[in-house]
């Protein structure tokens, strides 16, 4: 159920404004704390779906989009792949996170779902993939839907403990 | 899925631990949060469940309980009656928004939780009922389980509008 994540998504948020006077601070600190969340999630998606290492980049948007399903309880469409393969999209029709939410006119710059990008950020760096999220469209300013969008920037280096492989 | 509300809900408090100086007053806006949230999540739980009027408080403890299922994935036990049958409690084994937490020990007066008696209260307010409720035993203080104490107040007046039952 996601209706308690979308009221305490909400809560802090507002707290983050009401503390921060600066709307692009609030935007970044989400981003910082969706990371944060990621590199623990990722552990909990791991357990929960024992999947195994991803083959490409079209693999790991598939188990990008069944995590959304895991947590967010939507499915989002994977499209609007680059040319060369390494940037792809993410489209929410419906987002849990905004429902029932509107943006005064002094906060329209706020990034308010920035938590996603840092989530799939901060997860994808626990596998190794250093990625850059960043939100294109975006509903609560009136775009028919979210596209976060997501860029390949490279594969990590595997810090695999000496004697162990 | 709970993880992403632990997380998230983690977020919050941290962000306000950080922001108020006391602790008390934390712990009084996480219920405050609490109610607000649970005078908007009574809806989505009638919708979800068609359940309707509560016969008497044990009832009332039972549907709580179902909810605690939808919403935070565990089942408390209702115990603890009062002899006048007036006030009964949850107790939670394990507590998803506590989980991995550990209070540092400036903030052992928190009360971390008390997000959920909020919760209990606001929604409660929604279907007519005015209740209290508190923590009274905390697994973040070395407790071994987390019971959560509802006392009812009185029923309010139903306000129904002119020309309907």
């Known amino acids: 159920n996601s209706e308690l994540v979308t009221l305490t998504y909400g809560a802090l948020v507002a707290q983050m404004v009401k503390d921060l006077d600066n709307v692009d601070d609030v935007s970044k600190q989400l981003e910082r704390l969706g990371y944060n969340m990621g590199i623990r999630l990722i552990e909990d998606y791991l357990a929960k779906t024992s999947t195994g290492r991803c083959h490409d980049l079209k693999d790991t948007a598939d188990k990008i989009q069944s995590a959304f399903r895991m947590y967010l309880g939507v499915q989002p469409n994977v499209a609007n792949w680059s040319a060369a393969g390494d940037e792809f999209s993410f489209i929410l ?3 849990p996170l905004t429902e029932l939410v509107e943006l005064p006119d002094d906060l329209k710059a706020l990034k308010y779902c920035n938590i ?3 989530v799939i950020r901060g997860a994808l760096e626990m596998v ?3 990625v850059q999220s960043w939100i294109v469209q975006d509903q609560l300013k009136g775009d028919s839907n979210t596209e976060i969008r ?3 920037i ?3 280096e595997d ?3 000496a004697g162990e492989d």
């Open 159 to 161: 810090a695999i403990p």
């Open 128 to 130: 190794q993939m250093d």
């Open 116 to 118: 996603i990008c840092g």
């Open 93 to 95: 029709d419906t987002n």
């Open 154 to 156: 490279r594969r990590l």
């Open 150 to 152: 997501v860029k390949f």
